[in-house]
């Protein structure tokens, strides 16, 4: 089942040593750290109290400002280049985990990994998205609503956060199959009033 491939990849992705980039690519880690590891024992199995607007700000609060620092110390072109390579090869290799038992790589089953994903913690916190194109061909998907966009843009970090949030779309289509390409006319971490993210399989 696509449900027991994506919670199997994502429990291991939480207890790898994967870059930091890995881990804000894929949502915020306290929200899925909880979701995903319960039966750990004691407290460490228990709710923080707080919401997903409130624990997402934690997180990235919590390394963002370091990766500021970084961009000036490398400087941001480096840094930005650096980090959206790092964030994007990280996501094409979880997709491929994901998929790497599937029976069928088309779009129909890329839909249908894409949104059993969107529709588990933590996204489904973070993200309002509706399907507007979806069959054999092509995959459109709509986003009126993202968390990580509205408080990265308000920490001055939009640029960081679409290297991290944004930009592994290609990655994670060309490793689920290589003929689906992907494309983001609109991006809320880019300043637009909405997100489209595009899938295509080519001929």
């Given at each position: 089942m696509v449900s027991e491939h994506v919670d199997t990849a994502r429990r291991h992705l939480l207890t790898t040593t994967f870059p930091?980039?890995?881990?804000a690519c894929l949502g915020c880690g306290s929200v899925a750290a909880q979701t995903l590891a319960p039966g750990s024992g004691g407290k460490f199995?228990?709710?923080?109290?707080m919401t997903a607007e409130e624990t997402y700000a934690f997180f990235y609060g919590?390394?963002?400002?370091?990766l500021?620092?970084?961009?000036?110390s490398l400087g941001p072109e480096r840094f930005?280049?650096?980090?959206?390579?790092?964030a994007s090869d990280n996501t094409g290799q979880t997709i491929a985990a994901m998929a790497k038992d599937l029976p069928a790589r088309d779009l129909k089953a890329f839909s249908k990994l894409l949104k059993s994903i969107l529709d588990a913690p933590p996204?489904?916190?973070?993200?309002t998205y509706e399907v507007a194109e979806d069959n054999a061909r092509v995959l459109e998907i709509k986003y009126t609503e993202c968390l990580p966009a509205k408080l990265l843009r308000a920490m001055n970090a939009a640029e960081i956060g679409y290297a991290l949030e944004c930009a592994g779309s290609a990655a994670a289509a060309k490793a689920f199959n290589p003929k689906i390409e992907a494309s983001n006319p609109k991006n809320l971490m880019k300043g637009d009033a909405y997100c489209v993210e595009?899938?295509?399989?080519?001929a």
């Open positions: 930091l980039a890995t881990v199995s228990q709710g923080t109290g919590s390394f963002i400002p370091t500021q620092s970084l961009a000036k930005i280049r650096e980090l959206t390579k790092a996204y489904n916190k973070a993200l595009r899938f295509e399989l080519q």
